[in-house]
């Protein structure tokens, strides 16, 4: 009895550690600056930082309403607005640096814009998400073509190792030279290619398990759980540790595995969430050790600090709502190595947004992958 007592208050004392030191934020109601050039930004899909702390953000120009865009008209139905290019970068005061993207010869643009990772190269990396689309893509930061990987089509299955199935989004790990990819919403699996060349290299499930497509019945909470991914496969990112996360969105929980792509663990994150999932996006804190994970759930509509050790909740921020501050459909989530998190929305939600960090914690700039 001494000893199990003496492991709870051990526990007790480390859950109330890491949530005194979990960091704090506040809304930057200000940030981004208005758009130039009448434009207006549709469903942002994606965002994420560089190196220079600069913001990416992809959005779906083509998710505008009537109403929305309505000076792009011939003639102008009212004074505002017209569609902003689909990839925008911004500073740390918000504003826009440069914005280009869409359909060109050499590559095939989404049919529906899903995701966005800037490399420690600096090339800025693209998921297709719509029902024909099966691939992502690679530029310079100035949208200079670089190279495509899958192909749009006909969708085929979670062992096509030629293209992928509606990707979700990407990360990079340059010293490797690999891009990895959470494919996605048609398929259920991780994949893993030659950054430079587009060779495939390797994929895996849930569990490090072959993918499967077999079909699944609707979460349940009290069942076990699965043994496959369900749809979508939304976020894959690489500790510095080495130690890959991936973002298991509906069944509601976060997936750790190795390079390659053996097990270690999971951790469930409210885990009674059934409309839509919880798991939308992860980010690593930036201090030495990542000692946190960062979470957007678009259901519950909240950012979330799990111990990324245990998943453990430690502290938490938002509510569904259109206030600043609020998110409805909150889809993606970026951190500077300031500490300050920048989000994106989906649906109606069609928007960006920065918290600032507000705390002490040491940070450190991310290392090279």
């Avoid at 549709?42 to 990416?56: S, T």
């Avoid at 085929?156 to 293209?163: E, G, M, Q, V």
């Avoid at 048609?186 to 499967?212: L, M």
Wanted: proline residues 6%; neutral net charge.
């Amino acid at each position: 009895m001494r000893g199990l007592l003496a492991a709870s208050a051990a526990f007790l004392f480390a859950t109330a550690v890491h949530a005194a030191d979990a960091p704090k934020f506040q809304v930057d109601a200000a940030w981004p600056k208005p758009l130039p050039n009448n434009w207006i930004m549709g469903q942002a899909a994606g965002v994420a930082v560089d190196n220079d702390d600069r913001i990416w953000v992809v959005q779906r120009p083509r998710t505008l309403t009537d109403d929305e865009k309505a000076a792009s008209f011939t003639p102008p139905r009212t004074k505002c607005c017209v569609a902003a290019p689909p990839v925008m970068e911004f500073d740390q005061e918000g504003n826009l640096l440069r914005s280009w993207g869409g359909k060109s010869e050499g590559y095939d643009w989404p049919q529906n814009e899903h995701g966005i990772y800037v490399d420690t190269k600096g090339f800025v990396w693209l998921a297709a998400n719509g029902e024909q689309d099966g691939h992502i893509l690679k530029f310079t930061r100035d949208g200079k073509f670089v190279l495509q990987i899958g192909k749009p089509g006909p969708q085929t299955n979670s062992l096509d190792t030629t293209r992928l199935g509606r990707p979700a989004n990407v990360t990079v790990d340059t010293a490797a030279n690999e891009v990895y990819v959470a494919d996605g919403y048609q398929n259920r699996r991780i994949a893993v290619f030659d950054s430079e060349t587009g060779a495939f290299k390797r994929h895996w499930g849930a569990y490090g398990k072959p993918p499967t497509d077999e079909k699944l019945p609707p979460f349940d909470p009290n069942a076990a759980p699965t043994q496959q991914f369900a749809n979508p496969v939304h976020c894959v990112r690489i500790a510095r540790d080495g130690l890959v996360y991936v973002c298991d969105r509906t069944n509601n929980r976060i997936q750790v595995f190795r390079k390659d792509g053996t097990f270690v663990k999971e951790m469930f994150v409210e885990k009674t969430t059934l409309q839509q999932g919880s798991m939308w996006d992860l980010e690593l804190w930036p201090d030495a050790n990542e000692t946190f994970l960062i979470n957007a759930d678009g259901a519950n509509n909240e950012v979330r600090t799990l111990n990324r050790d245990t998943g453990e909740i430690v502290g938490r921020f938002g509510r569904n709502g259109r206030m600043a501050g609020d998110f409805h459909w909150i889809h993606n989530l970026a951190i500077d190595s300031k500490g300050n998190i920048y989000t994106t929305e989906v649906d109606s939600g069609k928007r960006a947004q920065k918290f600032l960090f507000k705390g002490d914690t040491v940070l450190r700039k991310r290392a090279a992958n």
